[in-house]
Protein backbone atom coordinates (compact mmCIF):
# COMPACT_ATOMS: atom_id res chain seq x y z
CA UNK A 1 0.00 0.00 0.00
CA UNK A 2 3.13 2.46 0.86
CA UNK A 3 4.26 1.62 -2.15
CA UNK A 4 1.28 2.49 -4.34
CA UNK A 5 0.89 5.98 -2.32
CA UNK A 6 4.32 6.65 -3.14
CA UNK A 7 3.74 6.32 -6.93
CA UNK A 8 0.48 8.34 -6.88
CA UNK A 9 3.06 10.81 -4.75
CA UNK A 10 5.42 11.02 -7.13
CA UNK A 11 2.90 11.50 -10.06
CA UNK A 12 1.44 14.26 -8.11
CA UNK A 13 4.55 15.72 -8.10
CA UNK A 14 5.49 15.30 -11.25
CA UNK A 15 2.16 17.20 -11.97
CA UNK A 16 2.34 19.99 -9.85
CA UNK A 17 5.74 20.87 -11.26
CA UNK A 18 4.35 21.44 -14.27
CA UNK A 19 1.21 23.60 -13.02
CA UNK A 20 3.95 25.90 -11.69
CA UNK A 21 6.53 26.17 -14.25
CA UNK A 22 7.66 29.54 -14.65
CA UNK A 23 5.41 31.12 -11.55
CA UNK A 24 6.69 32.35 -8.52
CA UNK A 25 7.09 29.77 -5.46
CA UNK A 26 3.32 29.08 -4.57
CA UNK A 27 1.61 26.42 -1.73
CA UNK A 28 1.14 23.74 -4.50
CA UNK A 29 4.85 24.00 -5.12
CA UNK A 30 5.93 23.61 -1.75
CA UNK A 31 6.48 19.82 -0.92
CA UNK A 32 7.80 20.37 2.48
CA UNK A 33 8.09 22.74 4.88
CA UNK A 34 10.25 23.11 8.16
CA UNK A 35 10.41 26.65 9.92
CA UNK A 36 10.33 29.43 7.82
CA UNK A 37 12.22 26.63 5.63
CA UNK A 38 10.80 25.22 2.18
CA UNK A 39 11.18 22.66 -0.41
CA UNK A 40 9.97 22.61 -3.35
CA UNK A 41 8.41 19.85 -6.26
CA UNK A 42 10.74 22.04 -8.74
CA UNK A 43 14.16 21.33 -6.15
CA UNK A 44 13.88 17.90 -5.80
CA UNK A 45 13.06 16.77 -9.40
CA UNK A 46 16.27 18.71 -9.74
CA UNK A 47 17.76 16.44 -8.27
CA UNK A 48 16.78 13.13 -8.97
CA UNK A 49 19.20 11.05 -11.32
CA UNK A 50 17.96 10.29 -15.33
CA UNK A 51 16.67 6.48 -15.90
CA UNK A 52 14.99 5.77 -12.39
CA UNK A 53 11.49 3.97 -13.04
CA UNK A 54 8.21 5.38 -11.28
CA UNK A 55 8.85 2.96 -8.78
CA UNK A 56 12.42 3.83 -8.06
CA UNK A 57 11.51 7.64 -8.03
CA UNK A 58 9.30 7.70 -5.65
CA UNK A 59 11.96 6.06 -3.92
CA UNK A 60 14.23 8.98 -4.18
CA UNK A 61 11.35 11.76 -3.42
CA UNK A 62 10.27 10.31 -0.22
CA UNK A 63 13.62 9.70 0.92
CA UNK A 64 15.14 13.11 -0.42
CA UNK A 65 12.25 15.09 1.32
CA UNK A 66 12.89 12.72 4.73
CA UNK A 67 16.55 13.54 4.76
CA UNK A 68 15.82 17.09 3.65
CA UNK A 69 13.69 17.47 6.66
CA UNK A 70 15.84 15.79 9.11
CA UNK A 71 18.72 17.66 8.01
CA UNK A 72 16.80 21.34 8.40
CA UNK A 73 15.63 20.17 12.20
CA UNK A 74 19.40 19.56 12.76
CA UNK A 75 20.65 22.51 11.47
CA UNK A 76 17.97 24.81 13.46
CA UNK A 77 18.71 23.05 16.66
CA UNK A 78 22.26 23.55 16.24
CA UNK A 79 22.19 27.10 15.38
CA UNK A 80 20.27 27.93 18.56
CA UNK A 81 22.46 25.83 20.67
CA UNK A 82 26.30 26.25 19.38
CA UNK A 83 27.69 29.80 20.63
CA UNK A 84 30.45 31.59 19.37
CA UNK A 85 30.37 30.80 15.26
CA UNK A 86 31.94 33.63 14.01
CA UNK A 87 34.99 30.58 13.07
CA UNK A 88 31.90 29.60 11.41
CA UNK A 89 31.05 32.01 9.23
CA UNK A 90 34.02 32.53 8.04
CA UNK A 91 34.19 29.24 6.81
CA UNK A 92 31.47 29.75 4.65
CA UNK A 93 32.65 32.78 3.35
CA UNK A 94 36.37 31.53 2.75
CA UNK A 95 34.44 28.95 0.47
CA UNK A 96 32.11 30.89 -0.82
CA UNK A 97 34.71 33.17 -2.14
CA UNK A 98 36.77 30.08 -3.09
CA UNK A 99 33.92 29.21 -5.39
CA UNK A 100 33.63 32.13 -7.32
CA UNK A 101 37.22 32.42 -7.83
CA UNK A 102 36.95 28.87 -9.28
CA UNK A 103 34.07 29.02 -11.47
CA UNK A 104 34.89 32.81 -12.92
CA UNK A 105 39.05 31.56 -13.68
CA UNK A 106 36.88 28.38 -15.12
CA UNK A 107 35.32 30.32 -16.88
CA UNK A 108 38.31 32.38 -18.62
CA UNK A 109 40.62 29.47 -19.16
CA UNK A 110 37.90 27.56 -20.84
CA UNK A 111 36.89 30.39 -22.93
CA UNK A 112 40.57 30.78 -23.78
CA UNK A 113 41.62 27.72 -24.33
CA UNK A 114 38.94 26.22 -26.40
CA UNK A 115 40.49 25.71 -29.31
CA UNK A 116 41.96 22.17 -29.88
CA UNK A 117 45.48 21.81 -29.51
CA UNK A 118 47.08 21.57 -32.45
CA UNK A 119 47.89 17.84 -33.58
CA UNK A 120 52.05 18.84 -34.42
CA UNK A 121 52.40 20.09 -31.03
CA UNK A 122 50.94 17.10 -29.32
CA UNK A 123 53.13 14.68 -31.77
CA UNK A 124 56.34 17.23 -30.56
CA UNK A 125 55.55 16.79 -27.00
CA UNK A 126 54.98 12.81 -27.38
CA UNK A 127 58.34 12.45 -28.87
CA UNK A 128 60.06 14.43 -26.35
CA UNK A 129 58.45 12.66 -23.50
CA UNK A 130 57.31 9.30 -24.97
CA UNK A 131 59.63 7.29 -22.47
CA UNK A 132 57.47 8.81 -19.54
CA UNK A 133 54.59 6.85 -20.56
CA UNK A 134 54.63 3.53 -19.99
CA UNK A 135 51.65 1.24 -20.35
CA UNK A 136 49.74 -0.38 -17.13
CA UNK A 137 48.17 -3.21 -19.18
CA UNK A 138 48.32 -5.03 -21.97
CA UNK A 139 46.71 -4.09 -25.28
CA UNK A 140 46.08 -5.57 -28.76
CA UNK A 141 44.80 -4.55 -32.14
CA UNK A 142 43.09 -7.61 -33.56
CA UNK A 143 39.79 -9.01 -34.88
CA UNK A 144 36.52 -10.53 -32.38
CA UNK A 145 33.63 -12.43 -33.68
CA UNK A 146 30.66 -14.21 -31.92
CA UNK A 147 28.76 -16.56 -33.83
CA UNK A 148 26.43 -19.65 -33.56
CA UNK A 149 28.23 -22.94 -33.69
CA UNK A 150 25.70 -23.54 -36.11
CA UNK A 151 26.56 -21.00 -38.24
CA UNK A 152 27.20 -21.04 -41.80
CA UNK A 153 31.12 -20.87 -43.53
CA UNK A 154 32.47 -21.37 -40.70
CA UNK A 155 35.50 -22.60 -42.29
CA UNK A 156 35.89 -20.03 -44.42
CA UNK A 157 35.57 -17.61 -41.76
CA UNK A 158 37.93 -19.08 -40.25
CA UNK A 159 40.18 -18.37 -43.16
CA UNK A 160 39.20 -14.56 -43.20
CA UNK A 161 39.67 -14.26 -39.56
CA UNK A 162 43.23 -15.92 -39.08
CA UNK A 163 44.39 -13.69 -42.36
CA UNK A 164 42.35 -10.57 -41.61
CA UNK A 165 44.03 -8.67 -44.79
CA UNK A 166 42.12 -6.16 -46.48
CA UNK A 167 39.73 -8.50 -48.47
CA UNK A 168 39.50 -10.99 -45.37
CA UNK A 169 38.15 -7.92 -43.23
CA UNK A 170 35.84 -7.01 -45.85
CA UNK A 171 34.67 -11.00 -46.29
CA UNK A 172 34.33 -10.87 -42.24
CA UNK A 173 32.16 -7.62 -42.34
CA UNK A 174 29.82 -8.86 -44.84
CA UNK A 175 29.32 -12.02 -42.94
CA UNK A 176 29.06 -10.39 -39.76
CA UNK A 177 26.38 -8.20 -40.85
CA UNK A 178 24.56 -12.02 -41.60
CA UNK A 179 25.58 -14.09 -38.71
CA UNK A 180 27.65 -12.55 -36.34
CA UNK A 181 26.31 -11.92 -32.53
CA UNK A 182 29.12 -9.67 -31.84
CA UNK A 183 31.95 -8.29 -34.01
CA UNK A 184 34.31 -6.65 -33.26
CA UNK A 185 36.97 -4.66 -35.26
CA UNK A 186 40.55 -2.77 -33.98
CA UNK A 187 43.06 -3.75 -36.58
CA UNK A 188 43.13 0.31 -36.49
CA UNK A 189 43.48 0.56 -32.79
CA UNK A 190 44.96 -0.63 -29.34
CA UNK A 191 42.35 -2.18 -26.95
CA UNK A 192 42.54 -3.69 -23.53
CA UNK A 193 43.43 -7.24 -23.66
CA UNK A 194 41.53 -8.08 -20.28
CA UNK A 195 38.21 -6.61 -21.88
CA UNK A 196 38.88 -8.86 -24.78
CA UNK A 197 39.11 -12.22 -22.70
CA UNK A 198 35.98 -10.78 -20.71
CA UNK A 199 33.81 -11.23 -23.55
CA UNK A 200 35.18 -14.75 -23.86
CA UNK A 201 33.70 -17.26 -21.32
CA UNK A 202 37.12 -19.01 -21.17
CA UNK A 203 39.29 -19.74 -18.12
CA UNK A 204 42.40 -17.95 -19.70
CA UNK A 205 45.70 -18.13 -17.20
CA UNK A 206 47.78 -14.79 -15.93
CA UNK A 207 49.92 -14.49 -18.96
CA UNK A 208 47.11 -15.42 -21.62
CA UNK A 209 49.32 -17.20 -23.41
CA UNK A 210 47.06 -18.12 -26.06
CA UNK A 211 46.98 -14.40 -27.18
CA UNK A 212 50.06 -13.99 -28.96
CA UNK A 213 50.41 -11.51 -32.56
CA UNK A 214 50.07 -13.36 -35.35
CA UNK A 215 47.88 -16.28 -34.13
CA UNK A 216 43.87 -17.09 -34.06
CA UNK A 217 42.01 -18.53 -30.76
CA UNK A 218 39.21 -20.18 -31.21
CA UNK A 219 36.37 -21.13 -27.77
CA UNK A 220 33.24 -22.98 -28.44
CA UNK A 221 30.74 -22.78 -24.95
CA UNK A 222 27.20 -22.69 -24.86
CA UNK A 223 26.59 -23.30 -29.05
CA UNK A 224 28.49 -20.36 -29.34
CA UNK A 225 32.18 -19.97 -31.40
CA UNK A 226 34.14 -17.27 -30.09
CA UNK A 227 36.82 -16.33 -32.44
CA UNK A 228 39.87 -13.84 -31.53
CA UNK A 229 42.67 -12.79 -34.53
CA UNK A 230 45.37 -10.90 -32.67
CA UNK A 231 47.39 -8.87 -35.16
CA UNK A 232 49.70 -7.23 -32.51
CA UNK A 233 50.25 -6.80 -28.59
CA UNK A 234 51.95 -4.24 -26.52
CA UNK A 235 52.25 -5.27 -22.52
CA UNK A 236 52.54 -3.86 -19.18
CA UNK A 237 55.79 -1.58 -19.15
CA UNK A 238 55.77 -0.95 -22.68
CA UNK A 239 56.21 2.53 -23.99
CA UNK A 240 52.79 3.74 -25.05
CA UNK A 241 52.02 4.34 -28.22
CA UNK A 242 51.10 7.95 -29.66
CA UNK A 243 47.32 6.95 -30.10
CA UNK A 244 46.91 5.49 -26.68
CA UNK A 245 48.58 8.28 -24.72
CA UNK A 246 47.49 11.18 -26.93
CA UNK A 247 44.48 12.33 -24.48
CA UNK A 248 46.92 12.32 -21.36
CA UNK A 249 48.90 14.27 -23.34
CA UNK A 250 45.72 16.60 -23.83
CA UNK A 251 45.63 16.61 -20.52
CA UNK A 252 48.70 17.72 -19.43
CA UNK A 253 49.10 20.15 -21.79
CA UNK A 254 45.48 21.78 -21.33
CA UNK A 255 46.50 21.56 -16.94
CA UNK A 256 49.78 23.43 -18.13
CA UNK A 257 48.12 26.26 -20.13
CA UNK A 258 45.38 26.76 -17.42
CA UNK A 259 48.49 27.48 -14.39
CA UNK A 260 50.03 29.68 -16.89
CA UNK A 261 46.78 31.39 -17.54
CA UNK A 262 45.98 31.61 -13.99
CA UNK A 263 48.89 33.29 -13.09
CA UNK A 264 48.64 35.97 -15.90
CA UNK A 265 45.69 36.33 -14.32
CA UNK A 266 46.59 37.04 -10.64
CA UNK A 267 49.34 39.07 -12.38
CA UNK A 268 47.56 41.27 -14.97
CA UNK A 269 44.52 41.84 -11.68
CA UNK A 270 47.03 42.84 -9.13
CA UNK A 271 48.84 45.35 -11.30
CA UNK A 272 45.88 47.03 -12.49
CA UNK A 273 44.34 47.17 -8.93
CA UNK A 274 47.61 48.63 -7.58
CA UNK A 275 47.35 50.85 -10.75
CA UNK A 276 43.75 52.31 -9.56
CA UNK A 277 44.73 52.50 -5.99
CA UNK A 278 41.70 49.60 -5.29
CA UNK A 279 45.44 47.94 -3.49
CA UNK A 280 47.21 49.62 -1.27
CA UNK A 281 51.11 47.71 0.75
CA UNK A 282 51.47 49.24 3.64
CA UNK A 283 55.52 48.53 5.29
CA UNK A 284 54.40 48.00 8.86
CA UNK A 285 56.48 46.35 11.55
CA UNK A 286 55.60 43.55 13.43
CA UNK A 287 56.48 42.14 16.07
CA UNK A 288 56.23 38.59 16.30
CA UNK A 289 56.75 36.51 19.30
CA UNK A 290 58.72 33.40 19.77
Given amino acids: MKRILSIIF ?52 EHYVDEWISSQLIYDVARKNLSNTDHLNNLVDAYKRDLYVYEYRKRLSDERLADELPEDTLVAFYKKHHNEFTLQRNMAKGVFLKVPAQAPQLSALRKWVASAGAQGVEN ?43 KMFEHKSNDMIYLLYIDSCLYIGDV ?11 EILLNERRMSFNKELEQALYQEAVADGIVQRYDVEMNVEK
Avoid at 37 to 45: D, G, N, P, R, Y
Fill in 172 to 214: IEKYAIKNAIGYDYFLDRWVNIDDLKDNIPYEFDSKASVLQPQ
Fill in 10 to 61: CSILILSVWGCYGKQETSQDVLARVGEHTLTTTEVLAEIPAGLNDSARAVFI
Fill in 240 to 250: MPFEVARQRIV
